[in-house]
């Protein structure tokens, strides 16, 4: 079955770095669409950066901080984060969105690694 395991969290100062990872399996990673996700407390849950093929895009507030990137030879998504602020804090979720030809376009979802921006 479809298994996304994201790992990568935890606490950071402001100003700091991460990087997220995501491993897949039970679909063929190299065809999906994979998308990180995150979801602040009372928020909605909202796109952070998307990766089609190797072309990746991002939402307003992390486009020049935020890198997605893809290693398909391991099924891993990563999402690195510089210059990280407060406002980053959230849980981050991975998201595949995979196309099976006898049923369309189906979404899974990892469990979520929480994410801490704070000095």
């Known amino acids: 079955q479809v298994q996304l395991v994201e790992s990568g969290g935890g606490l950071v100062q402001p100003g700091g770095s991460l990087r997220l990872s995501c491993v897949a399996s039970?679909?063929?990673?190299?065809?999906?669409?994979m998308t990180w996700y995150r979801q602040a407390p009372g928020k909605e849950r909202e796109l952070v950066a998307s990766?089609?093929?190797?072309?990746?895009s991002y939402a307003d507030d992390v486009k020049g901080r935020g890198t997605i990137s893809r290693d398909n030879a391991k099924n891993t998504v990563y999402l690195q984060i510089d210059s990280l602020k407060p406002e980053d804090t959230a849980v981050y979720y991975c998201?595949?969105?995979?196309?099976?030809?006898?049923?369309?376009?189906?979404?899974?979802w990892g469990q979520g690694t929480q994410v801490t921006v704070s000095s």
């Open positions: 990766i089609t093929g190797f072309s990746g």
């Open positions: 039970g679909f063929t990673f190299s065809s999906a669409i």
């Open positions: 998201n595949a969105r995979v196309l099976f030809w006898t049923s369309g376009w189906h979404d899974y």
